[in-house]
């Protein structure tokens, strides 16, 4: 009777704990279906860029530009203390530091590069330095330096000790900062006709400066003013002559037969600025002048807005100064550029960079 009892037993507690089995089972094949359901139906939500930051201190007017752009990365660094959304935010300000006119200041991009997490990118093993992870985070450190460079920005201690912290010593980031700060150094004075100090922001000013690189420091330079006012440097007609270009003007005997012709425009760059300007020659009278088959140069021009009329202007200036010239025949080969093609370079010189003086 006892064995009987225990078999019983036995077989009720193998029946309960199969069920029990099987319920739990169940139940958690229910749970998972549920919360894929749940999840399916979910709307992604795009996390936020915080880019109003970057609106509300361009609108800001009581503070510096740098000094803007600074506290508008610090509300970021104290609104997400794990720098969540890190990525959007950079590449955000890095887009906009043209808007703000600091893609010249050194400063700034320090600054960006800081709001990378530390501790989270660094190479952990021996072949972690033989093949990087792919970290979207180095591609967007590797455009931060490209931009640096772009715009002739040395990077300086502090960038080597970020990028070191965040990416580590031997990591693709730390490789360009070393070959941009080398390649700075090898180049800095290699180049003999290197503009020193900051570049002038009026069309005026790099107008008179490109003549003076293009004649000579000594040349001699008419400044004709076609603005009614002082300072009005958006109308304006500034030619050069070198030393021996003002001797052939001042000796030579021109007849009808002499022909000096006006051609432009021609390219030249001060640094990074592009500028157009009109040269006058003396067309070679005979097809076996050896000497100078193209002519002789006998002076430049630089001319906004660039007309018809102000190139005449120039030519009478000449005319008055030299009446040699009067009996000469002029003729024009000249391409007159669009003014909105000046309006945006005069845009462009204004933002391309801001003076040590405006960013503090």
């Not at 099987?22 to 992604?44: G, V």
């Not at 609106?55 to 740098?66: C, G, I, N």
């Not at 985070?137 to 455009?143: F, N, Y």
């Amino acid at each position: 009777m006892a064995s009987i009892t225990l078999c019983i037993r036995k077989a009720s507690q193998k029946y309960l704990l199969s069920n029990y089995y099987l319920s739990s089972r169940l139940l958690l094949a229910r749970t998972i279906k549920t919360s894929f359901q749940d999840c399916k139906n979910l709307e992604p939500q795009e996390s936020s860029s915080y880019g109003h930051l970057l609106d509300e201190a361009k609108k800001d007017q009581s503070l510096a530009v740098r000094e803007r752009f600074a506290e508008a990365l610090m509300s970021y660094m104290s609104l997400e203390k794990n720098r969540s959304g890190h990525m959007k935010f950079i590449k955000e300000g890095l887009s906009r530091m043209d808007e703000f006119g600091l893609q010249k200041d050194l400063l700034s991009y320090n600054r960006l590069l800081d709001l990378f997490p530390k501790g989270r990118f660094n190479n952990k093993s021996f072949f972690d330095t033989l093949w990087p992870k792919p970290h979207p985070q180095i591609d967007l450190a590797l455009e931060i330096l490209s931009k640096m460079e772009d715009n002739g920005i040395r990077p300086d201690n502090v960038t080597y000790t970020i990028l070191c912290e965040t990416f580590s010593r031997i990591s693709l980031p730390v490789q360009k900062c070393e070959r941009i700060a080398f390649w700075f150094d090898k180049f800095e004075d290699i180049d003999p006709y290197r503009i020193k100090g900051d570049m002038p922001t009026d069309l005026y000013t790099l107008s008179k400066m490109a003549l003076q690189r293009i004649s000579g420091e000594d040349c001699k330079v008419w400044n004709i003013k076609e603005a009614e006012g002082e300072g009005d440097t958006d109308s304006f007609v500034i030619a050069a002559s070198s030393k021996k270009q003002v001797t052939f003007l001042k000796s030579s005997s021109f007849s009808e037969e002499t022909v000096l012709h006006v051609d432009g425009p021609h390219l030249m760059w001060l640094q990074k600025m592009p500028l157009f300007y009109y040269s006058l020659r003396l067309l070679p009278t005979s097809t076996n002048d050896s000497e100078n088959p193209d002519g002789i140069i006998l002076g430049v021009c630089l001319c906004q807005p660039p007309t018809q009329e102000s190139l005449t202007l120039w030519i009478q200036t000449l005319q008055e100064e030299y009446p040699l010239t009067k009996a000469a025949t002029v003729v024009y080969d000249v391409t007159v550029l669009n003014e909105d093609y000046y309006s945006e370079l005069k845009t462009l010189n204004k933002s391309s960079a801001l003076l040590p003086h405006q960013l503090e």
